[in-house]
């Protein structure tokens, strides 16, 4: 085998090599292409595995990183009440008892000096990084021009984001990775009552509500990821027209795409990298879901869930923008605002689109779907660019827009269409047709040996 410079260096040349590589598949690449790699991967594999989690995962993230994936691999019944409110809530980090805990270990253990470090640990929150980094900047194309135009933001480059707002963006897929992870499968009320609260509305208790809200936005925005193969299967399949599915709700009024959505970014990853309807098909399988833990739902029914907030004017009342440092003069228990403090953009934006609202409606407002379509909570801007009637304005029209798609998805040709197909592929289903249908068109369906045509 031939060898070039590099892979004559020592050993201990070529760990520090190794060190500077970006993700836990390039490693992998890069030790399986040369025994020189593995071999000094081998004599260093510990600090190899740090630092490149290091590398890739920034230190502001890694408190949402870690987490996540625990929440993956932790049945909350099997957990003690302090392992449990830091999954869901990320404030334990400084509790002694908690730092003492099995759980507290395995989340440090990759970033620890001392013993070895966990590689299946490592190469998982490496994967998943992989992927909020590819929906993030997938995010920024699908929807930063959009802001820029609809919101005012007036950026000389309407392509790049800001590190604070890839921040933000980080943070809400997390969440929302969290949330997947926990709560795919259902907990009874038992645990609720270990907690003292209800497990899905404790999961936002410690984020402020234009915090809650970008989550809101990622949440639109996967749901648009996974429509744009849902619906075309349920507007064609023979099958799922048998079932009846809808493909024309969203959020909390269609349990199936919340079910897909729980699957998580792996599941989405595949899906939104399916180019052909066959593929589409098999990747969301026979098995339609349904769920109760649906994220649309928690988001939308937070606001009415707050025993804090025993007054929406009292809240405005006592929020004071002129305290130093973001400081805030009501004892609400937020402490993962991070650059969003009171008087930031996604305050003002959200704060503006919010005074003439209930307080149920905080988080996902029905009338701010065109708001989160652009993102509005994660941008930044400053008063001299957006004034505070410029706002005002701003939302007026993004009303508008969203009262506009929501007459749209309501027409009811649009609707008597859609039952009409569903009808017409039942009949075929039940005399054995099977694939792809399309109106006036039949030829695209396979039909069971002997079936009528």
Known sequence: MASGPVLQMPLHLLSIVLSQLDAMPSLASA????????????????????????????????????????????????????????????????????????????????????????????????????????????FIRDTLPLGDKELGLQRKDKTAASS???????????????????????????????????????????????????LACVHDYFERVLSRAFDEVAAHDVEWGCKSISWRTVADQNQHKQGYLLRGLKFLYQLQQATTYGERRQILGDSVPRTKNMLGTTLGGYGSTVSGWPDWDYFWDHIDTTLPNGAYSVNYEWNSNGPDVYGSAPFRIWRASHEDCWR????????????????????????????????????????????????????????RKMKRSRKERAEIYKRGGRGYWSEGDLSQIVWTEGAPR
């Open 360 to 415: 149920q409606d905080v988080i996902a407002h029905a009338d701010h779907t065109w708001l989160r379509r652009c993102g509005y909570v994660f941008w930044d801007f400053s008063e001299a660019t957006v004034t505070d009637d410029q706002l005002k304005l701003i939302i007026s029209r993004a009303r508008q827009k969203a009262w506009l798609d929501r007459f749209r998805r309501n027409d009811g040709e649009l609707k």
């Open 31 to 138: 030790i399986f292409s040369h025994s020189s790699f593995y071999a000094a991967f081998d004599e260093d594999r510990d600090r190899i595995v740090r630092s490149i989690l290091r590398n890739q995962i920034p230190h502001e993230i890694r408190r949402y990183a870690f987490p996540a994936y625990l929440a993956a691999t932790t049945d909350l019944r099997h957990r003690g009440k302090r392992e449990i409110r830091f999954l869901l809530l990320d404030d334990s980090v400084e509790d002694y008892e908690f730092r003492r805990s099995m759980l507290y270990r395995e989340i440090t253990a990759v970033f620890d000096q001392s013993g070895p470090a966990n590689i299946d640990l490592a190469n998982m929150v490496s994967r998943t990084h992989t992927m909020i980094e590819h929906f993030a900047r997938d």
């Open 164 to 214: 604070d707002e890839v921040y933000r963006i980080h943070r809400a897929m997390y969440r929302y990775v969290r949330y997947c992870n926990l709560f795919r499968r259902s907990y009874n009320t038992r645990l609720a009552g270990k907690l003292g609260s209800s497990i899905t509305i404790f999961f936002f208790q410690r984020f402020a509500p234009w915090v809650n809200e970008q």
